[in-house]
């Protein structure tokens, strides 16, 4: 398989790794959807606009289809990009098998990129731009060192202990000291919903993260603004802000709140997970993504049975929890390392321009008009061509 010669620096040689879901979880999977109770039709699950949740009509078209479904060539997808686990100590001195996809090049300039997900996604969001850098690059030419990693408690990394808190400073903790142990002494780090939020953390906390890109800024208004510099495209991006905050935020709470209980529900019914998960698919993107998309996600979550341990991060984020850290307006937060920003209309918590520079010096900012929150699934080509443009820009001055 090309694009798996590690960095003559590498500290710790990681364990390849391959996918494969037992034959008896698929067949355990498809009996359970076919005894799956579908609910009885009411006025909210009856609406074509979905304002109230997903359809019924909806998660029975999602459930026909996933009682069919290939997992296997899916599985052989996720096989043909090089995978591997590694051993990572924590500050507490445990030790956590941390899951990853990696191009590495032979070039010897090559620029260490780490790429983070957030939920409910997984590292399966980066297929597509591996996917283009694998066909546009060979491993002797590709510019980076593509680092994909499994957060804590998602998809083949190892759950968060069961015996003391865990947020994501442990969790930026573990990925910096991911990429020292692949050898990489400097890097640069990209990220969406979740990873964008330990993407700011590594690069505040941790010397050797020297630049940020991202696209996802979940923040409040910042102390004293001057909303009358406001501009109408700004004014769009509130306004789905607060149509999200207003009607679609009440997971999140339930996730900061009462993650076991709701542990409980996900986790003993594929229905129940296919609905709390293909919602958000729907709601978050700017076009409604391919039923394969959405199946192929919520049965990663499902033969992983990492819904329960995807949670946490809720609990260190959202403000109904008094523990709760404030990335955004919080000097501690501040970046001060390059940073970029790539913008993309139906965001959910997309933020103004003028909001996003008061939370760090942006020497980097493209604002696009199609894509939503899962930009890397949705508008590939686009993210890593910024990703690439922002590297470019400012990686000789790190």
């Known amino acids: 398989m090309s694009f798996t010669r590690l960095p003559e620096t590498v500290k710790t040689t990681p364990t390849p790794f391959n996918v494969a879901v037992p034959e008896s979880a698929i067949l355990e999977l498809k009996t359970l959807l076919k005894f799956a109770k579908v609910a009885p039709p009411t006025y909210e699950s009856s609406r074509p606009d979905a304002n109230y949740g997903v359809t019924r009509d909806w998660i029975q078209k999602a459930k026909a289809e996933w009682e069919t479904f290939d997992w296997r060539k899916i599985e052989a997808h996720i096989n043909a990009f090089p995978q591997y686990k590694i051993p990572i100590t924590n500050t507490d001195g445990a030790s956590y098998n941390i899951h990853f996809l990696a191009l590495f090049s032979e070039k010897p300039d090559a620029v260490p990129i780490m790429m983070l997900h957030g939920w409910p996604g997984s590292f399966l969001e980066f297929l597509p731009i591996l996917g ?13 060192h593509i680092i994909v990693p499994s957060l804590p408690g998602y998809a083949f990394s190892d759950p968060p202990p069961l015996d003391r808190n865990f947020n994501l400073q442990d969790v930026a903790r573990l990925l910096n000291s991911l990429m020292a142990q692949l050898g990489f002494d400097q890097y640069v780090v990209q990220g969406g919903d979740i990873g964008s939020q330990t993407a700011r953390i590594l690069v505040a906390e941790h010397a050797n993260c020297k630049a940020i890109h991202m696209n996802f800024c979940y923040m409040t208004e910042p102390p004293n603004f001057d909303t009358s510099s406001l501009t109408a495209s700004d004014n769009d991006i509130l306004e789905r802000r607060d149509w999200f905050l207003r009607s679609a935020s009440a997971y999140a709470f339930e996730h900061a709140t009462r993650p076991s209980t709701l542990s409980f529900v996900l986790s003993s019914s594929p229905l129940a997970l296919l609905a709390w998960i293909g919602e958000k698919f729907m709601d978050w993107t700017d076009e409604d993504p391919p039923m394969t998309t959405i199946l192929e996600s919520v049965s990663l979550y499902w033969f992983t049975d990492t819904i329960s341990t995807s949670f946490y991060p809720y609990r260190n984020t959202t403000p109904v929890d008094k523990n709760h850290i404030d990335l955004s307006n919080n000097p501690k937060w ?56 922002f590297v470019s820009q400012v990686w000789s001055g790190v």
Do not use: M, V
């Open 334 to 389: 501040h970046i001060t390392k390059p940073f970029g920003y790539s913008a993309f209309p139906k965001e959910i918590l997309q933020s103004p321009r003028r909001w996003i520079e008061t939370t760090g010096k942006l020497d980097f900012y493209r604002e696009h008009d199609k894509g939503g929150h899962f930009a890397a699934i949705e508008r590939p080509e686009t993210l890593l061509k910024d990703l690439e443009d």
């Open 132 to 144: 283009i850098l694998s066909t546009r690059y060979t491993s002797a030419t590709l510019p980076y």
